[in-house]
């Protein structure tokens, strides 16, 4: 499976947009990237994924390079409520293959 | 119902003891899996059923653990001869058909003293 890198940590202050990026160089053709977060003492909660094309939804968007090897995801106006652990992921499109989670991205969203 | 449930939400236990954990997922959803969250980890993938049957079982760490799905729907995760090692948050989530992201539910806190 496609390994992810992103920063171990990251603040952003309150109102402005979050960046969190993602490195994904060995990403095959068929797999999709995935986002969830973790906010503290839940579950993992789906944010969004895409293949190639730029996706959003009412929670984020995602940015994806032209080459697949590396993605954004943004949170536009951040709030207190989406500090979290934010993962990357890759994953296979047409399978229901475990998702593989890695330390992800604490972000802190700071007054 | 609305969102992946599991009970209980938290258990203690005493080494050497015999512990269940149980996984409703949202109706309809073929894909089940458990995971497991040590403080400050990602979660750590242990098995996933499509169906009935536990199509990928290679996260368990031993063969204390063990996790049965027999109608497709609930889950029960089992573990004998708990460990002070197995305390954790246990995490079930589960996926309709296609690609789709997870629904996770809150989780099991167990405690092994």
């Known amino acids: 499976d496609a390994k992810t890198t992103q920063p171990t940590s990251m603040d952003c202050a309150e109102g402005r947009a979050a960046n969190l990026p993602c490195n994904h160089s060995?990403?095959?053709?068929?797999?999709?990237v995935y986002w969830y977060r973790q906010i503290h003492s839940q579950g993992p909660q789906y944010i969004i994924h895409g293949l190639k094309n730029n996706e959003t939804n009412e929670m984020a968007s995602l940015i994806i390079t032209e080459d697949r090897k590396s993605s954004t995801l943004i949170l536009p106006h951040a709030t207190l409520r989406d500090t979290a652990v934010y993962y990357c992921i890759v994953r296979p499109k047409t399978s229901y293959d475990k998702v593989i989670f890695g330390p992800g991205t604490s972000l802190s969203v700071i007054p | 119902g609305a969102g992946v449930s599991q009970t209980p939400s938290n258990k203690v236990t005493e080494k050497g003891k015999y512990v269940e954990l149980r996984c409703d997922p949202i109706?309809?959803?073929?894909?089940l899996y458990w995971y497991r969250q040590s403080l400050g980890q990602g979660p750590e993938f242990l098995i996933y059923?499509?169906?009935?049957?536990?199509?990928?079982d290679s996260g368990l760490p031993n063969d204390r653990f063990f996790a049965v799905r027999p109608e497709g729907s609930v889950s029960t995760l089992k573990i004998q001869r708990t460990e002070r090692g197995d305390s954790a948050v246990y995490l079930c989530?589960?996926?309709?058909?296609?690609?789709?992201?997870?629904?996770f539910g809150s989780g099991t806190r167990l405690t092994v003293v």
């Open positions: 060995t990403i095959s053709g068929n797999e999709y």
């Open positions: 109706s309809g959803h073929t894909a």
């Open positions: 989530a589960s996926s309709p058909t296609g690609n789709y992201g997870y629904t």
């Open positions: 059923f499509q169906g009935t049957g536990a199509a990928d």
